[in-house]
């Protein structure tokens, strides 16, 4: 039985609060930005650009400034020739036209700052998002790896069921909480939700249909409860099995029931809210591949997340039973998954840039030059290092070269959601500073306090799942 030890109660909760703490003060300095603020912001950098442009041009500069000078004086001698009220009528409409320039300029420049603006305050609110999502997703991904194992009635993976029952603890907070962000942020994530921005969109009016706050959050709320419902159900025909007589396999077949039914529910449920809580923060653009994508990205790292648990619970001497081939096992299912997840990634990358449609394209074009370092970055943390440490069969039997590989995946895929959220909310003005480092540590701290909180409810042992003995003693 495991004990939730004081100490770590006291580190989630110090995570927890430092990063409640270091949010909120983000929060507060970016909406004390004012519009004055944002244009001293966009003067300095434009200054900044310029004089590297003119360092730059420095040498090749003097012959057409030369020229110019001779153009302008030419013209200047021309000019001299005309009588006195042409030259009046003349001036008088340049100044009218150098008026109506300048007060074109302004009013762009105006429009720009403030739309940076909205780009900085929106930065608090997807920072939050992105890592409540995160950690949401780690949960759902276990959830669904949990009932393809019973689904498949595998025979070496109950020993770890305990884990994954904790972790799927967090489904039903997690989900909530990302669906309360998603509402209570609005437009500063979902521009959707802002009526003047619909009033003018053809495309997005089209959508109102099924992207409307209501309808969202009904969908939101139905998706929760499914797997909400089966994750409550199937930890209880669990524990039951477990008290059962040891011909009594009554709950475990009601378990492999609800799993195989649980999962056609899931794959249609995970894709949806894929659209609703992803992809629709770029509410122009779409891909027939994106539910998929978001199902590997959570699912490798539901997967790593069990294999971290499961090495710190056997480094605490809780969990002898399970041996290096379970490790083995979890270390080959995070190599596979790295695989086709990337498979999937090039999938859509290179369908949509070949074809080059302007409306499609167009979310790749922004996170390249945008967001060049994370968009490229992720393929080597996702797929090359995990593909390069994980490859070799000895090495998935030792821990630390699990672990090593692990916080990469995670990290990877941190980016992986990092680069659907960020450039729809914040565009160019991105990077991971104070709320995205103070939101990744208070959704951290809750994760680690309900998941280890609920492994302290129950043993660690499934001891009357029918398929535990060969669990304990899977080896090869």
Do not use: C
């Not at 109660?9 to 507060?28: D, E, P, Q």
């Not at 360092?55 to 021309?78: C, K, L, S």
């Not at 090359?384 to 995670?410: C, E, T």
């Amino acid at each position: 039985m495991y004990t939730f030890s004081k100490r770590l109660k006291i580190v989630s909760i110090l995570l927890f609060v430092v990063g409640a703490i270091g949010w909120g003060t983000s929060y507060v300095a970016s909406h004390g930005l004012t519009l004055e603020d944002v244009k001293t912001l966009l003067a300095e950098e434009n200054s900044h650009h310029g004089a590297e442009a003119s360092h730059g041009d420095e040498m090749t500069d003097a012959t057409p400034h030369d020229v110019q000078t001779n153009a302008e004086a030419h013209a200047a001698m021309i000019h001299s020739t005309h009588d006195s009220d042409s030259h009046a009528e003349e001036a008088h409409a340049e100044e009218a036209h150098g008026e109506v320039a300048h007060g074109t300029e302004a009013h762009h420049d105006d429009s720009h700052a403030e739309h940076v603006l909205h780009q900085m305050h929106n930065r608090p609110y997807a920072a939050l998002y992105v890592a409540a999502f995160f950690f949401f997703m780690i949960s759902l991904g276990v959830l669904a790896f949990y009932g393809i194992q019973y689904a498949a009635q595998a025979g070496w993976s109950p020993v770890l069921f305990r884990v994954m029952e904790a972790i799927t603890y967090y489904v039903l907070p997690g989900g909530l909480i990302v669906l309360g962000i998603a509402l209570w942020a609005g437009d500063h994530i979902f521009i959707w939700m802002d009526p003047e921005v619909v009033a003018h969109d053809e495309l997005i009016q089209a959508k109102a249909g099924w992207l409307n706050k209501t309808w969202f959050a009904i969908r939101g709320l139905i998706f929760i409860t499914g797997w909400s419902l089966y994750r409550y159900f199937s930890r209880k025909f669990s524990l039951a099995q477990d008290l059962a007589d040891v011909n009594d396999n009554r709950n475990f077949k009601k378990n492999f029931r609800i799993s195989a039914a649980f999962l056609v529910f899931y794959i249609y449920t995970e894709s949806i809210m894929s659209w609703d809580w992803i992809m629709s923060v770029d509410p122009h653009w779409f891909s027939t591949l994106f539910g998929w994508y978001v199902f590997a990205s959570m699912f490798v790292s539901g997967i790593t997340v069990i294999a971290l648990i499961t090495i710190y619970l056997k480094s605490k001497g809780l969990m002898e039973f399970v041996n290096d081939s379970h490790l083995h096992d979890l270390a080959k299912f995070m190599f596979a998954i790295s695989v086709f997840w990337t498979y999937l990634w090039f999938s859509q990358f290179m369908l949509i840039w070949y074809a080059n449609i302007p409306e499609e394209v167009t979310y790749f074009v922004t996170r390249i030059e945008d967001y060049n370092l994370p968009f490229f970055g992720m393929i080597i943390l996702n797929f090359i290092f995990p593909f390069l440490v994980l490859m070799n069969s000895d090495y998935k039997r030792v821990p630390w070269f699990i672990v090593m590989a692990g916080i990469v995946i995670l990290f990877g895929h941190y980016i992986d959601v990092f680069n659907m959220i960020m450039p729809a909310t914040v565009g160019d003005r991105w990077f991971i500073g104070v709320p995205e480092i103070s939101a990744i540590l208070l959704f951290l701290g809750l994760f680690i306090f309900i998941v280890f909180y609920a492994l302290s409810k129950a043993p660690l042992l499934a001891k009357g799942n029918p398929f535990i003995k060969e669990s304990e003693h899977f080896h090869y």
